[in-house]
């Protein structure tokens, strides 16, 4: 992510997952946020077939309102001027740049959705996955080392 915003040309910078999609018109939503906010994000729906991603996704969103830490899935945009980077770790650096970005203000929540592929939840089981997630994060503000909960990610 810090290669693609080191050769990118434009003023505002989009991070979205390679199984994501952006909701139509979202250059000019990016755009239209950030003359207010520093960063930002969209909110999420998983695509699948499995009930509970709904709810899983409004969780995410609700959880991100409440919160202003973003996750990769919800298409974290930010100015360039106000980019100082991903942190380099293994896994949570989105919850790291959330956290960092929080001290310069505080995200615009975007409700237009960015679709994502609920592919992984489905093959890992959605509430297994919902349990990993959680313990994750715990983990990570607990104070584990990210190289450690990637290798749990992974597994």
Not at 13 to 27: E, K, T, W
Not at 56 to 64: D, E, I, L
Not at 91 to 119: H, N, Q, Y
Request: proline share 3%; glycine share 8%.
């Amino acid at each position: 992510m810090n290669a693609g915003a080191s050769v990118a040309s434009g003023e505002a910078l989009v991070f979205l997952h390679a199984d994501s999609f952006l909701p139509r018109g979202a250059d000019e939503l990016v755009l239209r946020a950030l003359a207010s906010h520093a960063w930002g994000r969209f909110d999420v729906e998983i695509d699948g077939r499995h009930r509970l991603l709904k709810v899983v996704a409004w969780t995410m969103n609700a959880r991100s309102r409440l919160t202003g830490i973003a996750t990769g899935d919800q298409a974290i945009f930010v100015r360039r001027e106000a980019f100082s980077g991903f942190p380099p770790i293994a896994l949570m650096e989105d919850i790291a740049f959330s956290r960092a970005m929080k001290r310069i203000g505080a995200p615009a929540c975007l409700r237009a959705k960015v679709r994502t592929s609920g592919r992984r939840w489905e093959s890992r089981g959605v509430l297994r996955t919902i349990g990993l997630m959680w313990s994750l994060r715990l983990a990570y503000f607990m104070g584990a080392h990210p190289d450690k909960l990637a290798r749990r990610y992974e597994r």
